[in-house]
């Protein structure tokens, strides 16, 4: 069995194998789709495949959308080759779950793929006509946050984005550069309303991308590239509106597993691959089934009927009560966690540390106990019923191939939401964070965690984060197995507004912090006894 549009025919093998097929006309679907696109997603990767292609899929199948999504990749475009063209765009679909079955279903619903090219003639006059077609009603991301940033630390664009602001429309590179000369495109072709919809994960992600979109036009304006209307265009969101959105999936890397079970029921060709640019992407996408997705309805040319196929349609302001929900309190809080605690204690696999007696307690007390007092109350979610789901489904899910190693990338630029607007909250309602005892033992496994060695003694390699260094430097002086060694290393970074969003000190728990570090690093089994005595 080949996963393509001849290879699908052989209906009997696939329904044999537990492989749901599309019930729609696949060929009448991308023909009405390339004839009039309605809805043009950026960034075509693992998450987009599953979700939001299955979305559409769904769409389409309850007749509820006579059309697919055209995909645009921005930056790998090995992805359009490997992964696109020799399987006909079709996707299979793997949701795993808790109990070790699996749902297996093939997607039909990404019609066209196009890299996003501005010097391959046929590309970009592609995308210039998808554009100006006036029946475009949204345009959507998954490029990541970074698609979106502009400038380095120190201010300056990056040299690829001054280069795109200074070769004009014609010769886009970046993913926010092409953007903004396929919307002039748009405009110089008639004004067309259109939605341009992140659906990244990030807080405010419709802002960030109306933020560049709006930059990188403004700086065309100032060296004769576009109009002043042009400008006016689409800064206006009764034409071109950015909504916001909350995206919640845990979507890892192809699994190994899960290949070999699909080779086992006779699907060929279905390997993962890992691009030229390191994307680790496979024919298949592996998934958890639990999903979220709320998006703000502004829809100035329309949409689909995207809350028929469970897209929670909302304002501006639940969405952003959702993603503050999310992201401080039920289910980022806890992730972080696991993650810092579970390198040091040797764990490689997120749903294992669940059935570590403190961990798991450790995450009960984050969420439910100490975040639920404070939480941020969207109305369309109860987020009582969220963190259960998340603590007792979603995280402990054994065929969920994720690690404490990924989701403790990066952790110096999450504390402060993850933490810190709890810990906020609880200075606003109670004048400090004292009642606090299992977010202060986060964050002191998170310090603990810097120095690079387990609860053994042993060096790890820690993940990748862009405070590494200036964090390592502020810990010098400090030995395992010496508590003595403690000298006052971490009120640089405890009291660093910047980091947590708040001085833990004068919140009132910094000396807590300090307190159970300096017991995690006493010497081997010290995190381990630390963690009992917190939370016995």
């Known amino acids: 069995m080949k996963l393509t549009l001849d290879g699908i025919k052989d209906k009997k093998s696939w329904e044999a194998a537990g492989v749901v097929l599309p019930s729609y006309d696949i060929e009448k679907v991308k023909e009405e789709t390339k004839k009039s696109p309605a809805w043009v997603h950026f960034g075509i990767g693992n998450i987009f495949r599953i979700f939001i292609g299955g979305i559409a899929d769904t769409l389409i199948s309850n007749g509820a959308m006579d059309k697919g999504i055209t ?28 109990d070790g079955s699996t749902d297996k279903k093939v997607i039909a619903s990404l019609t066209e793929a196009i890299k996003a090219q501005s010097n391959v003639e046929a590309e970009w006059n ?3 006509e998808i554009f100006q077609n006036k029946d475009l ?9 970074k698609g979106y940033a502009l400038k380095g630390a120190d201010g300056t664009y990056f040299p690829f984005i001054q280069s795109d602001i200074d070769n004009g429309p014609e010769k886009a590179g970046s993913a926010m550069a092409v953007v903004c000369a ?10 067309a309303p259109l939605a341009v919809v992140s659906m990244d994960n990030c807080s405010h992600n419709g802002e960030k991308l109306r933020n560049s979109i709006l930059t990188m036009a403004e700086e065309w304006n100032k060296k004769g590239f576009v109009e002043d209307e042009f400008v006016a265009y689409i800064s206006d969101e009764a034409q071109v509106s950015f909504p916001w959105s909350m995206i919640d999936k845990i979507t890892p890397r192809p699994a190994e597993s899960v290949c070999k079970s699909l080779e ?3 699907i060929e060709d279905i390997a993962p691959v890992i691009t030229s640019k390191r994307t680790y992407i496979a024919p298949f996408v592996n998934a958890e089934g639990p999903q979220y997705l709320v998006i703000e309805d502004r829809f100035p040319n329309g949409r689909p009927a995207l809350e028929k196929a469970g897209v929670y349609m909302t304002d501006r302001d639940t969405v952003n009560k959702v993603e503050r929900m999310k992201v401080t309190t039920c289910l980022n809080p806890l992730h972080t966690a696991l993650a810092t605690y579970g390198c040091v204690l040797g764990y490689t696999l997120i749903a294992d540390e669940m059935k570590d007696e403190q961990l798991n307690k450790l995450v009960h007390e984050i969420g439910p106990v100490e975040g639920m007092p404070v939480v941020t109350d969207p109305g369309i979610l109860s987020p009582a019923e969220f963190v259960d789901e998340v603590i007792n489904t979603r995280i402990p899910n054994p065929f969920m191939p994720d690690t404490p190693q990924r989701i403790a990338t990066d952790t110096s630029q999450k504390v402060g939401i993850r933490y810190g607007e709890t810990i906020k909250s609880y200075v606003e309602k109670y004048g400090d964070a004292k009642k606090l005892k299992a977010i202060p033992l986060a964050i002191a496994g998170w310090c603990r965690y810097l120095l690079g060695l387990d609860d053994n003694g042993e060096a790890f390699e820690l993940s990748a984060d862009p405070m590494l260094d200036e964090l390592k430097a502020e810990l010098k002086g400090i030995e395992f197995g010496k508590p003595e060694s403690y000298n006052g290393q971490l009120k640089s970074i405890l009291s660093n507004e910047n980091i947590f969003g708040i001085d833990l000190y004068k919140a009132g728990i910094g000396e807590l912090i300090e307190e159970i570090f300096v017991k995690e690093i006493a010497g081997v089994g010290a995190v381990r006894a630390t963690l009992k005595e917190y939370l016995a």
């Not at 995909?71 to 808790?98: R, S």
């Not at 009603?137 to 946050?145: K, L, V």
């Not at 396929?182 to 004004?191: I, P, S, T, V, Y």
């Open 126 to 128: 592609r995308l210039k």
């Open 137 to 145: 009603q949204m345009i959507s991301f998954t490029i990541t946050e």
């Open 264 to 266: 086992e029921l006779g």
């Open 182 to 191: 396929l919307l002039h495109e748009r405009f110089k072709a008639g004004k």
């Open 71 to 98: 995909c645009v990749e921005t930056f790998d475009f090995d992805v359009v080759d490997k992964i696109y063209a020799p399987y006909d765009n079709l996707v299979l679909g793997v949701t795993l779950k808790a």
